[in-house]
Nanobody, 122 residues
């Protein structure tokens, strides 16, 4: 089970940190991803991280502004979002796949959190 939190309303240029807490004892064996879905659009990839945390991937649209990290001792993955833009407004979902390396396609993920809304005002 995945529980995402940390969304909210922020002004353009601001920052937010999303968290996703996972249940279970084998968190480090799961690669994790963050996806987002803006109103009227398809869910898209934002960032992903391997089970060990050693490798990461970002969408071009968030590269240099977002940082994905994980704390396997706390069964939690984070998404630090800086320099937020109005176009970052979306529901953000965390996802997990029982593989050691990350994936960037939503179809590869087995488990999904409920989503947390991020709204960036201009």
């Amino acid at each position: 089970q995945l529980q995402a939190s940390g969304g909210g309303l922020v002004q353009a240029g601001g920052s937010l940190r999303l968290s996703c807490a996972a249940s279970g004892r084998t968190f480090s064996t799961y690669a994790m991803g963050w996806f987002r879905q803006a109103p009227g659009k398809e869910r898209e990839f934002a960032a992903a991280i391997s089970g060990s945390g050693g490798t990461r991937s970002y969408a071009d649209s968030v590269m240099g502004r977002f940082t994905i990290s994980r704390d396997n001792a706390k069964n939690t993955v984070y998404l630090q979002m800086n320099s937020l833009k109005p176009e970052d407004t979306a529901v953000y979902y965390c996802a997990a796949v029982s593989k050691s390396e990350y994936y960037t396609s939503k179809g590869d993920y087995d488990y999904w959190g409920q989503g947390t809304l991020v709204t960036v005002s201009s």
